[in-house]
């Protein structure tokens, strides 16, 4: 080989030493944030390993595991909320866990129908325009309705010259 084959395979060898190294830093801090219980620290960190390191099956085993531990964790989130009557956490966490579990359809359906609860809500809240009273029907025989109110008092009328 020449020395500019060797310098090109020495300059690839290290570029894939540091993505590799890059890859481990955030598969590590993956581990520890889902040891952790963080979730979704731990998907985001195994995420930027599997792109690093695509071809490791192991980081993307742990982001599958992680994406669902992150999906159950924000189902549960979310239930709480709902049964407390909260529901704009409720919908933040139910759409939190349809990113982790796209395909989940009773998922899909549960942030509809809170959507539609919280329009029926904030429908109900709105004050409604009154209506216009509805005077007592004449009885027979009493005439036409008088075109004004007599006894009243009328603003006089001014005119600008």
Known sequence: MTQLHLRIAALLMGV???????ASRSYGRAESAAKAGNWDVAVGQYQRAVQQDPR?????IALQRAMLSASLQHLD???M??????LDDALREYRRESEYDPPNRQVAAKVTEIER???DAAEAARPRPTTPQVQAPRPPGAGP??????NSVVDPARFNQ
């Open 16 to 22: 894939a030493l540091v993505a590799g190294c890059g």
């Open 56 to 60: 490791n099956t192991e980081y993307s």
């Open 81 to 86: 909320f709902e049964a407390r009557g909260q």
């Open 77 to 79: 989130q979310a239930k």
């Open 117 to 119: 609860r919280m329009r």
């Open 145 to 150: 309705a008088p075109l004004a109110n007599l």
